[in-house]
């Protein structure tokens, strides 16, 4: 019996999940390069490329070099890489994988060309473009004007361009995840198509988060997909209807310590095992805690300290100390990273997985 709190992964959960990505990146003839963040883990990467993706997505050089350590080849850095600390690392993992890595400045593309050309190579690289998540990425309209200086400098490569854009329309959340999808997805074919009118030479058209890029390998254009978290799925994505509670295939495994009042239970995980970044009552999805109890789907993990999780739940509820709960998290990302391993359950057995990308903070 294993101690608690522990991440599960129901196996035959996750590799239906695998497949049902990549049956949709292969019907609509796109490539699939799912990202790692999600679970961090390398031997899951290689069940998601032994089902039909080309490579991975990460975030972070040290997450890129970890993966590369255990032999996956074909890694995009999907990151704006600026600091000449990072561009030396990257230089180096180039030199024996296929690599690609973000930019969305001159000033970011200037330190990767010098130094890139001191190590006598050239760096591929893919123009990050804000269509409206205002995070990283060039503006649209500027995008262009820098697609053009990249293509000229020295010792780099200019694959393409890029995009994140998650569950965003016309700046704010929303539920239509078709129409959010296609018009991503379109924006960038668009994009890409006045950026070849000006003889700019764009190969890669990279889109698509877990809620969008379903809809977003339908665009005729799109080339690629990088989707995440569909890898297990959790409540954020089956409350934006991209899976079913179901089809979730991880889960925090807790134990009741304490049922101090009828409406009260507490359980032995808190901040330190769930993460706290999607929180309760945010626009559009408002859920109610910080996860879905599978016993008791109407009790509410309303607060959290860092070793106790306080749930609400009814006086007739039968849950007593000594009790194990399931709770799926509101987002599994940050969730793993919170964990040194995780447990893969097949059957009734678990197999103790290292999660080796956790904590790569550069």
Do not use: W
Request: hydrophobic share 40%; aromatic share 6%.
């Amino acid at each position: 019996m294993l101690d608690t709190p522990s991440l599960i992964i129901d196996e035959e959960k996750m590799k239906k999940n695998i497949k049902k990505l990549a049956e949709i990146a292969k019907k609509h003839g796109v490539t699939l390069r799912p990202h790692t963040k999600t679970h961090k883990i390398p031997d899951i990467a290689k069940k998601q490329i032994a089902t039909g993706a080309k490579g991975i997505t990460v975030a972070k050089v040290g997450e890129a070099e970890v993966m590369a350590e255990h032999g996956i080849n074909d890694i995009f850095i999907a990151y704006p890489i600026v600091t000449e600390a990072k561009i030396e690392r990257v230089a180096e993992l180039s030199k024996s994988i296929n690599l690609i890595i973000g930019v969305d400045s001159l000033e970011g593309a200037t330190k990767i060309s010098e130094v890139a050309k001191r190590h006598q190579i050239s760096i591929q690289v893919r123009l990050e473009v804000d269509i409206g998540f205002r995070r990283t990425g060039v503006l649209y309209d500027d995008a262009i004007k820098l697609a053009a200086e990249l293509q000229n400098m020295d010792n780099i490569e200019f694959q393409g361009i890029y995009t994140y854009r998650g569950f965003f329309m016309n700046g704010k959340p929303t539920l239509e995840l078709e129409k959010a999808g296609v018009e991503e997805g379109q924006l960038m074919v668009d994009l890409a198509e006045r950026m070849r009118k000006e003889r700019i030479q764009v190969r890669d058209i990279s889109v698509g988060s877990t809620p969008t890029a379903p809809y977003a390998a339908m665009v005729k254009g799109i080339t690629e997909v990088r989707p995440g978290t569909y890898v297990f799925y959790d409540r954020m994505q089956a409350a934006l209807g991209s899976c079913s509670l179901d089809e979730c295939a991880a889960y925090i495994q807790a134990t009741v310590i304490s049922r101090p009042s009828e409406d009260l239970m507490i359980i032995d995980g808190g901040s330190k095992t769930f993460a706290t970044d999607v929180g309760p009552n945010s626009d559009p999805l408002f859920l109610k805690g910080f996860g879905h109890i599978v016993e008791a789907p109407h009790a509410i993990l309303e607060r959290l300290s860092e070793e106790h999780g306080m749930v609400k739940i009814n006086k007739e509820d039968p849950f007593k100390v000594g009790d194990i709960v399931r709770v799926i998290p509101n987002h599994i990302c940050s969730t793993v990273n919170l964990h040194d391993k995780v447990f893969l359950k097949h059957d009734d057995q678990f197999e103790e997985k290292i999660v080796y990308a956790r904590g790569k903070l550069s």
